[in-house]
């Protein structure tokens, strides 16, 4: 029987390949860190929220800025080359992004957000691009690193030349836009604080990867970080100089460096806990997300954190 020619083949059982799962800085670290609830149900399981409020708002204001620096740049039209885009530049450039999103399923949740929304760009455009615009090097400038078990992965919004001085690689400045106000750390209310000064922790954490990040591409550290802070533009009448919170600088330190790399990591290991086990538990209650995440939660109802806080109804 031909059968019997394979009476000494040894099949050994097929090995599964390990994983490396890519980590993002915002969607996974600090979403996790946030509230791994949350993360589970909407980053993991793949549930869609009802109100994307928080990615439209970032969203549209990162892709609108970036289309007015192409506009500076003259990529799209060699004619508008080192000019700033007007307000109707601006809200055409706007409607287009907004276009899109809905396409998507992500929208403001009320024309006031859309309407600020835009108003802030404009405000920004006029405000700061005359000085920021002509030292922008790269938009959107991708950067990863692999970290042996995983790849860790973020996007600078803008990678600017100094001001003064030789546009070197230990030269240049990461800008990331934030669409909030700077968080309040002297807030009456204590525990309002305490979250204003962890959500302020979470942005420099990010910005330490990504100089991080930026060395493992350039070899060598960025000059800095600026956080700017789109919301606190929001003022009657329009700014005609920058607003004192608007810009936040972050220094690098090379310690300070390697404990948000081992904060990331450390974050890594407790998502792939979570995801071996399933198990997605609500933050605890020194560290609940606040207000501004729980509100438009569609889990909300049911987490031990806020489901007595919250009457029901549909999302």
Same mark, same amino acid.
């Given at each position: 029987m031909p059968w019997r020619n394979y009476q000494s083949v040894e099949v050994r059982p097929s090995q599964e390949a390990p994983i490396r799962r890519r980590y993002s800085v915002t969607a996974d670290i600090l979403s996790y860190q946030?509230?791994?609830?949350? @993360?589970?149900?909407?980053s993991v399981h793949g549930y869609e929220p009802a109100h994307a409020v928080q990615v439209y708002?970032?969203? $549209? $204001?990162?892709?609108?800025?970036?289309?007015?620096?192409?506009?500076?740049?003259? /990529?799209?039209?060699p004619a508008t080359t080192g000019q700033i885009p007007t307000d109707e530049d601006i809200e055409a450039y706007f409607t287009e992004v907004d276009s899109a999103l809905r396409s998507r399923g992500i929208?403001?949740? &009320?024309? !006031?957000?859309? &309407? +600020?929304?835009?108003?802030? $760009?404009?405000?920004?455009?006029?405000?700061?691009?005359?000085? +920021?615009?002509?030292?922008?090097?790269?938009?959107?400038?991708p950067i990863q690193a692999d970290q042996g078990a995983y $790849?860790?992965?973020?996007? #600078?919004?803008? +990678?600017? !030349?100094?001001?003064?001085?030789?546009?070197?690689? !230990?030269? %240049?400045?990461?800008?990331?836009?934030?669409?909030?106000?700077?968080?309040? /750390? !002297?807030?009456?209310?204590?525990?309002?604080?305490?979250?204003?000064?962890?959500?302020?922790? %979470?942005?420099?954490?990010? %910005?330490?990867?990504?100089?991080?990040?930026? =060395?493992? =591409?350039?070899?060598? @550290?960025?000059?800095k970080a600026i956080l700017y802070f789109l919301n606190e533009l929001n003022d009657r009448p329009r700014a005609t100089t920058r607003p004192t919170n608007a810009l936040y600088e972050v220094a690098f330190d090379q310690d300070v460096i390697q404990q948000a790399l081992d904060d990331f990591?450390?974050? #890594?290991?407790?998502?792939?806990?979570?995801?071996? /086990?399933?198990?997605w538990s609500a933050p605890p209650p020194d560290r609940d997300p606040g207000e501004e995440t729980c509100d438009i939660c569609d889990i909300r109802w049911s987490c031990p954190l806020t489901r007595d806080q919250y009457q029901m109804r549909y999302p």
């Open positions: 946030r509230c791994s609830r949350q @993360y589970g149900y909407f708002f970032g969203t $549209i $204001i990162h892709q609108v800025l970036d289309r007015a620096h192409a506009y500076f740049q003259g /990529l799209h039209d929208r403001a949740i &009320n024309p !006031d957000l859309r &309407n +600020l929304a835009c108003e802030l $760009i404009k405000r920004f455009n006029q405000l700061e691009g005359p000085t +920021l615009y002509p030292r922008v090097r790269e938009t959107e400038h $790849i860790l992965h973020g996007t #600078v919004d803008v +990678l600017a !030349d100094p001001e003064i001085g030789e546009p070197t690689y !230990d030269q %240049m400045e990461i800008w990331d836009y934030k669409g909030t106000r700077f968080p309040n /750390l !002297d807030a009456p209310n204590p525990r309002q604080a305490e979250l204003n000064r962890r959500r302020l922790r %979470m942005y420099e954490f990010q %910005m330490y990867v990504y100089a991080e990040l930026y =060395r493992a =591409r350039n070899g060598v @550290y960025p000059a990591e450390a974050t #890594v290991n407790a998502i792939e806990q979570s995801r071996a /086990l399933d198990r």
